[in-house]
T-cell receptor, first 111, second 117 residues
């Protein structure tokens, strides 16, 4: 079993839709939960991160962590074609520890 | 802020030669840099972690004599792929974490695409 599981997609939605991206993980020691966005042939860009369980909102993006079920979610409201990218979840055990990446979910937002 | 650059952005080399990839933190001091490899349609796989002035820590299965990492300054780390073979063709990405950045955050470079012929 992989430490971090993520549906690779692709996920195709119309512009303006609410998008839900999810990851599950197996390592209960993970404390930090990062979300990165990666455009084709580019390096990942940090979107946001949360510490432990709970919600965090930043503009159109909301990250949720449920440590009891080892489930991580990223919601995108009012999705835009420019949101079309691969979204990677990447938890870590400590603030300075290495990241463990999921496979990424490819998202396509149709105009 | 928190910009990381890589050079070159792409490189083609012949089998058996060595290639050096540079990773620079442009506006912060990177105490720790990470090197990843990403194959097409796959996720990032951590190769090694390097702290400034120390030897790199390699992940299991990564040959340290083949992938030489140097982190001689707080703004520069290099990855040298020695005696490259076609199976080393991949997208190599570095990330950096600094004293000034929030501890949990890593900032990634744009990546270097290596093709070995």
């Amino acid at each position: 079993q992989k430490e971090v599981e993520q549906d690779p997609g692709p996920l195709s939605v119309p512009e303006g839709a609410i998008v839900s991206l999810n990851c599950t993980y197996s390592n209960s020691a993970f404390q930090y939960f990062m979300w990165y966005r990666q455009y084709s042939r580019k390096g990942p860009e940090l979107l946001m991160y949360t510490y432990s369980s709970g919600n965090k909102e930043d503009g159109r993006f909301t990250a949720q962590v449920d440590k009891s079920s080892k489930y991580i979610s990223l919601f995108i409201r009012d999705s835009q074609p420019s949101d079309s990218a691969t979204y990677l979840c990447a938890p870590s055990q400590g603030s300075g520890d290495k990241l463990t990446f999921g496979t990424g979910t490819r998202l396509a937002v149709r105009p | 802020g928190a910009v990381v650059s890589q050079h070159p952005s792409w490189v083609i080399c012949k089998s058996g030669t060595s290639v050096k990839i540079e990773c620079r933190s442009l506006d912060f001091q990177a105490t720790t840099m990470f090197w990843y490899r990403q194959f097409p349609k796959q996720s990032l796989m951590l190769m090694a972690t390097s702290n400034e002035g120390s030897k790199a820590t390699y992940e299991q299965g990564v040959e340290k004599d083949k992938f030489l990492i140097n982190h001689a300054s707080l703004t520069l780390s290099t990855l040298t792929v020695t005696s490259a073979h076609p199976e080393d063709s991949s997208f190599y990405i570095c990330s950096a974490r600094g004293m000034e950045t929030v501890q949990a955050e890593q900032y990634f470079g744009p990546g270097t695409r290596l093709t070995v012929t």
